[in-house]
């Protein structure tokens, strides 16, 4: 077992205190997020952040007491890391694996998923249906975390995703290659019945709260909409991206 994962002051997907992440770094374990005190921004703390970003980590500078309630071992020294339960990929590698597989890419892009288990839920539904890969912003979402894996019931494990800066950057790409990107969208003219997911797809899913940011909407080739014969006007995200992976799923194979 890695020294590491053996030590008191690590709890599930949290590493606290300043020489324990620094080692995690240079053990090139796969940090997710580090939280860093915004009150106490010295040396050694400036240096980890330095080294998670370089690593391909979020930084967030916090107050403290937001570093204290995260806290397991009440010794922190001024510095929280996540740690990814799984590997993130490239675009290229979930185009590949479409490739691989003779099948068009179906790719499902979360703008804003926050709650870790909406993340897993999503993974899950993706990973059910076959898809190819999910595409995570670097802020504003939720990353690979334990709560993820196991709301995902182990498809993180399976699914591939990839983690990326921009994500008005990436539809752009996706859009180069040759996949139409679809909006999710409770005002949409177009149902999901009546839209075409033969071709290469990627689903834009956007937060319960705030739906597709406005520039990620505005890059989207069209919108599409799930009929809602209640009294609601919108489902849950993770329910929302079921539906237009299984549509997606029916219309290429028929079942």
């Not at 590997?87 to 890419?105: C, F, Q, T, W």
């Not at 999503?122 to 898809?131: P, Q």
Request: one cysteine or more; hydrophobic letters at 45%.
């Amino acid at each position: 077992m890695n020294h590491i994962e053996e030590r008191d002051d690590i709890r599930d997907d949290k590493i606290e205190g300043r020489n324990t992440i620094i080692e995690a770094l240079r053990a090139g374990i796969n940090i997710d997020k580090v939280f860093i005190a915004k009150e106490n921004t010295d040396k050694t703390l400036m240096h980890i952040a330095s080294s998670a970003r370089e690593a391909g980590a979020v930084v967030v500078m916090v107050d403290k007491r937001k570093l204290d309630s995260m806290s397991v071992t009440h010794s922190h020294q001024g510095v929280i890391a996540m740690v990814a339960t799984a590997e993130y990929v490239s675009i290229d590698d979930i185009l590949a694996l479409a490739e691989s597989r003779g099948e068009k890419p179906l790719i499902v892009l979360c703008d804003g998923i926050s709650d870790p288990h909406n993340l897993g839920a999503i993974i899950r539904s993706c990973e059910a249906v076959g898809a190819h890969g999910v595409i995570i912003p670097k802020r504003r979402s939720a990353g690979l975390s334990a709560i993820v894996a196991k709301t995902s019931g182990g498809a993180v494990f399976h699914m591939p995703v990839a983690r990326v800066t921009n994500l008005s950057a990436t539809i752009k790409e996706l859009k180069s290659k040759g996949v139409w990107v679809v909006g999710a969208a409770a005002d949409a003219e177009k149902s999901v019945w009546e839209a075409d997911f033969t071709d290469a797809t990627a689903f834009v899913i956007g937060s319960e709260g705030t739906g597709i940011s406005r520039l990620v909407g505005e890059l989207c080739d069209y919108h599409a909409k799930i009929p809602m014969d209640g009294k609601l006007s919108s489902l849950n995200a993770s329910v929302s991206t079921a539906v237009f992976l299984f549509e997606a799923k029916r219309q290429r194979f028929g079942r």
